[in-house]
């Protein structure tokens, strides 16, 4: 009991400040120690363990640096390539809108023209002319596009349309 009462006597800040006197010259000599074993070219194996892990984090860190600056790279090839493919796919769109109308009315001007030459349609086939035609305009206005070659062809096509709804096919 008198050498717990003791110790609570005693100087808690020096003995505080003594102890970390002794571990700062104990991590001293450790230091002097290693570093004395790498001089003389013969280091103690906590040394090496300590140095290989120091060149193996810095090896890391520059295999990451170089990982990062890839990637980076790779992201800036890849935004490249989406506006190519993008410009490519506008290309081929407007392409193929250009096909799709004058597929459209080459049916539509050549149906008119059979007609013209005295050629014989089902209803089925009108229909289906008519319903081109929709289509074409429809094309036209979503693509802010004007029609001026069919809608003479078209005059001429429902002309004879009702002219055989009345008089039958």
């Known amino acids: 009991m008198e050498a717990i009462q003791t110790l609570f ?22 230091n002097i120690i290693g570093k004395f074993s790498e001089i003389i070219g013969r280091p103690l194996k ?10 193996l984090l810095i ?15 790779d992201v800036r090839q890849s935004i490249s390539h989406d506006k190519a493919i993008k410009e ?8 193929f809108i250009d096909k799709e109308i004058d597929d459209q009315r080459w049916e539509i001007l050549d149906f008119a023209s059979a007609i013209s030459a005295g050629r014989k349609y089902s209803k089925e086939q009108f ?14 206005e979503a693509h802010n ?25």
């Open 88 to 95: 490519d796919l506008e290309i081929l769109k407007k392409m």
């Open 127 to 140: 229909d289906h002319v008519l319903s081109i035609y929709e289509k074409y305009e429809n094309i036209l």
């Open 59 to 73: 090896a890391t860190s520059t295999k990451l640096n170089a990982l990062q600056d890839k990637h980076e790279e």
């Open 46 to 55: 906590w040394v090496q363990r300590k140095n290989q892990d120091h060149e």
């Open 145 to 169: 596009l004007s029609n001026g070659q069919v809608t003479t062809s078209m005059e001429v096509i429902n002309e004879v349309y009702k002219e055989k709804l009345k008089n039958g096919f």
């Open 9 to 30: 006597n005693q100087d808690i800040t020096a003995l505080v400040i003594g102890i970390f006197i002794v571990m700062s010259g104990i991590i001293a000599m450790f």
